[in-house]
């Protein structure tokens, strides 16, 4: 009976953590006990707060930075802007910098499309991009078949 229960409260709490934007991984360090740090109950703004003045915050990962000036107490940064991956939080105090790490979720927003653009598409039918990401919706003016032949004659000499 116990396992059953474990098992379903196991299965419950990773329906719920799946379904969060925003994942922090709290810093535990004993030094860093003075920044207070927690995302808000809708998961989509950092919340800091600090014994001492926070001086600077700046979020970065490879493809992405971004640094504030806070010269406050408390802040809070709203995480809408930034994009899905995992980030590291560099948080600097008068006396130390704090790190926390921070994963952003990809959105599950609807593409927004107009009824003509979805009208020219055909449904099972493939579709090819642009350089834009836009449907391409014209079919070429050679074959493939065409392109490929004539691409291998030149080559041979032909």
């Not at 926070?54 to 504030?68: A, P, R, S, V």
């Not at 107490?73 to 995992?86: D, H, R, T």
């Amino acid at each position: 009976m116990i396992k059953n229960i474990s098992t379903l409260l196991v299965l419950l709490l990773t329906l719920f953590s799946f379904s969060q934007n925003a994942i922090l991984i709290q810093n535990k360090n004993p030094k860093a006990k003075e920044l207070k740090h927690r995302l808000n109950s809708t998961k989509d703004s950092l919340l800091l707060y600090s014994e001492s003045k926070i001086l600077q915050f700046e979020i970065f990962n490879e493809n992405y930075e971004e640094t504030f000036e806070v010269n406050a107490y408390y802040k809070v940064i709203s995480l809408n802007e930034i994009p899905a991956g995992n980030y590291l939080v560099e948080v600097k105090l008068s006396d130390k910098i704090i790190l926390i790490d921070l994963i952003k979720r990809h959105e599950n927003k609807e593409i927004a499309t107009s009824k003509s653009s979805l009208k020219k598409i055909n449904e099972g039918k493939g579709m090819m991009l642009d350089e834009n990401l836009n449907p391409i919706t014209s079919s070429p003016h050679q074959s493939i078949e065409s392109i490929l032949t004539q691409a291998n004659a030149n080559e041979t000499g032909l």
